[in-house]
């Protein structure tokens, strides 16, 4: 079986856009990234993942381009852009793919366009509705780069970042590319934190997961990008899984059966035994839902020894960018981390006596050795469910 591989990876979230930032972030001793601020909400100050790292320019972008979404994308492409043109020389730029996980795209520019037009000052100049099509970063990323392949991007809500990886493998796999620059992007808007808010699922603190007393999410943004390919490379993309329980339009189905099912299905495609996983990155929201069904689904598929946490505290929920987020965070578990320090899981302690006694990683923790296979979860509206099982090469 033709083993796929992450040769290099650019990614930028509230912890930085860095990979000294983020993994200094992610082993600290107190938490970061998220912080208070009403730059979404004016006059409610709500806990936000959001990214306050200078961004890049957009004015040689063309107009129907230019948006926070892609400002992110730019920033998260910045480090791969070498290895990529390395690609495109190599193996020809139709032999390169692009897939993109993206669900806010241009909502927020769309969003500041109608209340001029409704303020009676007309449309912005120059403002393109093509800023909204989930396509557009896709579209960026591809006349930056000048790749040719298959390009599109994924809107699965919250687990379209890890679709995208699992996308980008399938495709190395039938032999149609060579290459594929794959991960997930979104950007903050006030518009996806009132819909949250509607469903009373958003908290005005820092989230807090599996805790009896969680209130709900952090809203974040972000982006992660990887090169994906069939040479060897520092992180190998072992397994993925996928399911669909379609139990509810915004609810998961209590069981965490679907969550199980892509947690297996990962795992046999890895030909990886439960036992040997190291770590899981939750996907962690802090509802009260998604926390229940998905530590139901961690017990049953690994049992209650394997360590845990979930990141979102410190990144937000950055939605369909999430899954390829903490994908980078599993590049920082298994790289350059001989002791095997994982991503501290940051709450109060107070455990739901309902749920299964998970163990979650306290500040300090380190296995005493390299990780070798490292799980990460990404469960969305609509029962869309993926996991993604990366392992030492």
Known sequence: MTAIFLQAHGCVCALGDTPEAIRAGL?????????????????RVLALGRVSTPLPALDALPHRERSRNNALLLAALAPLR????????????????????????????????????????????????????MGNAAQCA??????????????????????????????????????VVAGGVDALSGFTIAGFSALDAVSAERCNPLSANRRGINIGEGAALFLMGRDAGPVRLSGWGESADAHHMSAPEPSGRGAAEAMQRALARARVAGGDVDYVNLHGTATEQNDAMESLAVERVLGRDVPVSSTKPLTGHALAAAGAIEAAFAWHALVDNPFGRLPVHWWDGAADPALPPLRVVAPGFALGRPARHVLSNSFAFGGSNASLLFSQP
């Open 142 to 179: 591809v006349r930056e780069l000048g790749v040719a392949g298959p390009a599109y991007a994924i809107s699965t809500a919250c687990s379209s970042g890890a679709k995208a990886l699992a996308t980008g493998a399938r495709l190395l796999r039938s032999g149609q590319v060579d290459a």
């Open 27 to 43: 082993w600290a001793d107190a938490p970061s990234g998220v912080a208070p601020t009403d730059a979404h909400t004016p006059g």
């Open 82 to 133: 070498g290895r990529v043109q390395a690609a495109i020389e190599r193996f020809g730029p139709a032999r390169v793919a692009v897939v993109l996980g993206v669900s806010t795209a241009g909502l927020d520019e769309g969003v500041a366009a109608i209340r001029q037009v409704h303020s009676g000052f007309g449309w912005p100049a120059h403002y393109d509705y093509a800023l909204q099509e």
